[in-house]
């Protein structure tokens, strides 16, 4: 029977960004083990799109592993990815990784590069808390792989510090500045990059090689783990197969097919009571938690829910609103599309996850 790799990217209305991921398509089959095919996927843009690839792949075979062709964390990999697999296995981003880190730490020596340069590493950027700690970690990384001078991140969207501040703070203390281009290929946010009036700008990422390493190493472990009883047992709430990490997205789902929302102080999958309570309905109070007794923070939730332009509720313990980035991209009020994600560009639309935040706070009521 076959295997199947599904490698998922982000989708780009840019062709030279197709080409290259195309490119490292190519890479990864000439690298592919014995028996298993490479699938081309997007989530967003364009398609070939991954639910239509996967609902394909499934008539074939059962063993499939969704890989993301995606550098961080983020609501991707971790909401849409999920949503799609239905159960399959999906790996994580292919961030953070030592080898990204020498690509990286190539790309800056490459651009010209002086050892006492601040290197910003130019990312993306996400309103997941996740894709923040990844970075981070990709400079200590870069450290690591013989960056010498200073490392420091920024983001072109939705996280600070924005790049052109990161690049203006270095200038600030008499340094050069080198934008280490965090991003796979040509597109958007490379050319927001390069216009952060660096010094020196890295090229993307690109189809090198050595990312089939990485690649590779994410499918094997998801699909291990696949199997593996003591990875695979604390997600069984969704029926589908544990993958790396997986029990911070996927085991309290309660309504069919969709996966909670991870908590984003915590990184792991929010309870009812986190996630459900505070979004009845506009202008309704959250469902007491039937564990406490207590309603949930409105700042979790419903503060992200902006219905049909109206603002998000204030957080009582605090008094202020959150960013509804985190949440509202989500939701598609009667009428009005998904707030975009800004990491990525994308909309996407949450007509299941609405669905499922009413089911659960139906079930929730009915607890309490």
Do not use: N, Q
């Not at 924005?162 to 991003?183: C, E, F, L, M």
């Amino acid at each position: 029977m076959t295997a199947v790799l599904i490698a998922c990217a982000h989708g780009t209305r840019f062709e030279e960004g197709r080409v290259v991921v195309r490119e490292l398509l190519e890479v990864l089959r000439s690298t592919a083990p014995a028996g298993v095919e490479v699938l081309e996927a997007y989530v967003d843009v364009h398609g070939p799109y991954v639910t239509d690839v996967v609902a394909a792949a499934r008539e074939r075979t059962d063993d499939i592993v969704i890989v993301p062709l995606l550098l961080s964390t983020g609501y991707h990999t971790e909401v849409d990815l999920v949503e799609a697999a239905g159960g399959l296995p999906v790996a994580p981003a292919l961030g953070p990784h030592p080898v990204l880190a020498e690509i990286l730490a190539d790309r800056v020596r490459a651009a010209g590069a002086a050892p006492d340069d601040t290197v910003v590493l130019a990312a993306a950027g996400s309103t997941r808390p996740g894709a923040v700690v990844d970075v981070e970690r990709m400079a200590e990384l870069m450290a690591d792989a013989g960056v010498t001078g200073p490392v420091v991140t920024a983001y072109a969207a939705a996280s600070d510090p924005r790049i052109p501040d990161a690049v203006a703070t270095a200038r600030a203390d008499g340094r050069r500045t080198v934008a280490a281009s965090y991003v796979l290929a040509p597109g958007h946010f490379s050319r927001v990059i390069e216009k952060a009036d660096a010094d020196l700008t890295t090229a993307p990422i690109g189809a090198d090689p050595r990312l089939a390493t990485v690649v590779w190493e994410r499918w094997a472990a998801a699909r291990r783990a696949r199997t593996s009883p003591e990875v695979a047992e604390p997600v069984e709430a969704a029926g589908g197969a544990s993958t790396p990490g997986s029990a911070e997205v996927a085991e309290p789902v309660e309504a069919p097919g969709h996966p909670s929302v991870p908590d984003p102080s915590t990184g792991s999958g929010s309870s009812v009571a986190e996630v459900v309570e505070p979004v009845e309905a506009a202008g309704h109070p959250s469902v007491p938690d039937p564990s406490t007794g207590s309603g949930s923070s409105v700042a979790e939730v419903a503060e992200l829910v902006e219905a049909a332009g109206h603002p998000a509720t204030p957080d009582p313990p605090t008094g202020s609103g959150s960013s509804v980035a985190e949440v509202a991209e989500l939701v598609e009020a009667p009428g009005h599309r998904a707030t975009p994600d800004p990491p990525t560009g994308s909309v996407t639309s949450s007509r299941g996850v609405l669905a499922a935040v009413r089911a659960l706070a139906s079930r929730a009521r009915r607890r309490a």
